[in-house]
């Protein structure tokens, strides 16, 4: 449990959600675009080069998100390419409406869309418990910073505006103890990263591609 944070396992989580957002970003902005351009003009046919074009580069945004979560989550997250379209016989147009029944490129629109809100969520936990966990932990290394630069004693816990009777200040045995907290933090935070990227492990191995073996 004392080498987790320095783990390979541990860091490959968090650098799965600082990379995942920024291309969660982009992979549901682009289908969200597309399928609002091409579902609304399916009828006229105008849609159907749009929705081939979406299935198309989900297929490609795909592989890549295969790539990136067997390189930061091992093999919980591996596995192989989904099939290939089955027939790629016939003139452009023909192609093109056969790319829409294609079922590995829906479910990477699909993947584009539930991965949004749940990077958002892995992003801001990663963020947020690597911040918090090393700021205590490393909280008596810098405490002196609060009375020689600012008028308050140390690091405000509670209370109100400077120098109100009701404020807590963590000073004393107080600096101790909140490094006692920081280290705890910092020593959960690999376990709840992993729980976290577990649901992105089951969202490449369901939308993504066929399991290994």
């Known amino acids: ?3 987790a944070p320095f783990s390979r396992q541990a860091w490959g989580a968090h650098a799965w959600a600082w990379s995942g957002l920024p291309v969660a970003i982009a992979m549901f902005a682009w289908s969200l675009v597309l399928v609002c351009v091409g579902a ?3 009828s006229t046919a105008l849609g159907i080069p749009v929705l081939a074009l979406l299935l198309t580069t989900a297929r490609g945004l795909g592989a890549m998100e ?3 979560a067997a390189a930061l989550l091992g093999p919980r997250a591996a596995v192989e390419a989904p099939e290939p379209l089955p027939d790629r016989s016939g003139g452009v147009w023909l192609r093109m409406w056969r790319r829409l029944g294609d079922p590995a490129g829906w479910k990477a629109v699909l993947y ?3 991965s949004f809100p749940w990077s958002i969520v892995t992003f801001v936990m990663s963020a947020t418990l690597l911040a918090t966990g090393w700021a205590l932990f490393t909280y008596p ?3 002196w910073v609060y009375p020689r630069y600012t008028s308050d004693p140390g690091m405000q816990f509670y209370g109100f505006w400077t120098d109100h009777p009701e404020n807590f200040y963590l000073t004393g045995v107080w600096v101790w103890a909140t490094a006692a907290a920081g280290l705890v933090l910092v020593l959960v935070t690999p376990w ?3 729980g976290l990227t577990a649901v992105d492990a089951a969202l490449v191995r369901g939308l993504l591609g066929r399991r290994r073996g």
Do not use: K, S
């Open 112 to 114: 584009a869309v539930v």
């Open 40 to 42: 609304p003009l399916i």
């Open 1 to 3: 449990m004392l080498r």
């Open 66 to 68: 295969r790539g990136r």
């Open 141 to 143: 290394a810098w405490a």
């Open 192 to 194: 709840v990263m992993r």
